[in-house]
Nanobody, 122 residues
């Protein structure tokens, strides 16, 4: 049974930083693309960042490029999202997801975590 468990969310002031973690189990972690998505109240789920397992290429939404960094530790079956220079508009529930081929399209991901709340105050 595949499980993805996010942690690291919380309340932070604008300009601050947080690091989210997503621990995976029940899958061959180093053979899965890992993605981060977010969903704010009343809005659709949106792509944030992804890491392609086969090439180690990383992808980012324009809104977070230069501020967020996705990375993975295959030995720990964990993917991270380092978030710097946070803005109030980054406030959302953040989800990690795993799939063999999907990158930025959330409906294509097979496995999802439960989400972790990130709130950025002014």
């Amino acid at each position: 049974q595949v499980q993805l468990v996010e942690s690291g969310g919380g309340l932070v002031q604008a300009g601050g930083s947080l690091r989210l973690s997503c621990a995976a189990s029940g899958l061959t972690f180093n053979s899965y693309n890992m993605g981060w998505f977010r969903q704010a109240p009343g809005k659709e789920r949106e792509f944030v960042a992804a890491d392609r397992w086969s090439t180690s290429a990383t992808y980012y939404a324009d809104s977070v490029k230069g501020r967020f960094t996705i990375s993975r530790d295959n030995a720990k079956n964990t993917v991270y999202l380092q978030m710097n220079s946070l803005k109030p508009e980054d406030t959302a529930v953040y989800y990690c997801a795993a799939d063999r081929s999907a990158i930025a399209t959330w409906v294509r991901y097979d496995y999802w975590g439960q989400g972790t709340q990130v709130t950025v105050s002014t």
